[in-house]
């Protein structure tokens, strides 16, 4: 137990100490796309300032929030801290996502009246800027996150790898426009800024939602997607061919990062005996199998005792 114990404060550490530097690099970018949103008057440098305002908005809180997640299993808390974690994602995107919309609908507001001019050259050059800055920070959180299985680093990570791809798309679309600027196509140039905004929501409007689909899904105690449950399934499955035992059920719980699998083993086909000197063995391989899939697995193994009624019949 006390070497499982630094495990988990080595990695408790670690988190807060990502979340931290994504913290201070997101208020930093923050600060900057809303004061170049004013100055160059752009809905699409606002989408992003938006975007990461509410994003930080969200993440200060969580760091209080991470010690709890690593907390023991108790039987007041027989699913320990981890649905705060699917709570806090659900909060988070469902701002996100409703955000997004009212830019939308901001941006649809703005191409009905007509359209509005900004500087193209400079928002360009400040997006590809920013774009290059934000790929450095998505590449020091993979190198911090590698040894980690934590959904809100992933949440974090995806949220930087979309600042870098918008940057560099916002930035190649204002600087097409000097291709425009003498062409038949000269008059769409009023609406570019706003079509670009839309298309950036319509892009960054998925992960909202499939992500606040997924948390209710943790939050209910539903069994995790069929990817899921193959990988964990197939695990079990090459275990157990080495005991003379079978699985006859799998029962799965996913809530944040935390992972319940109870396996229902029926017992020697020849004898009906369980040798439960076996078991231990049988739980340390499976956790050992999916250690790189989930942070924290707990692994039960149940008899599959049939009923009375059925053993007389039998």
Known sequence: MPAQQRTITSKERQEEKILRFSFLCSAVFTITEVAMAVVFHSYSIL???????????????F????????????????????????????????????????????????????????????????????????????LVLNHLSRKLNSPTIEAEVYLWKQDTVSSMGVALAFFSQLLLKNTPAAPVVPY???????TMACVLIREPITSILHGFRELVLFAPDESTMSTIRTAVKGVMKDYPYGCSFLDVIQTGRKVWIEVYVSPEEVTGVINVRHWAAIRGKIREKLQ???????????????????????
Do not use: W
């Not at 697995?297 to 053993?311: F, K, N, Q, R, T």
């Open 47 to 61: 989408m992003d300032g938006i975007f990461d305002v509410a994003d930080l908005i969200l993440l200060g809180p």
């Open 63 to 138: 760091l209080v929030l991470v010690p709890l997640l690593y907390k023991p299993v108790t039987e007041k808390h027989p699913y320990g801290y981890s649905q705060f974690e699917s709570v806090f994602l659900i909060v988070k995107y469902g701002i996100l996502l409703f955000v997004i919309i009212s830019m939308i609908g901001a941006n649809i507001g703005v191409i009905l009246e007509g359209g509005h001019t900004v500087d193209f050259n400079g928002v360009a050059l400040y997006e590809m800027i920013i774009g290059f800055l934000c790929l450095a920070v998505l």
């Open 192 to 198: 570019l800024d706003s079509v670009v905004a839309i």
């Open 292 to 314: 790189g899939e989930f942070e924290q697995i707990y692994v039960e193994l149940i008899p599959d005792i049939p009923d009375a009624s059925e053993e007389n019949q039998s």
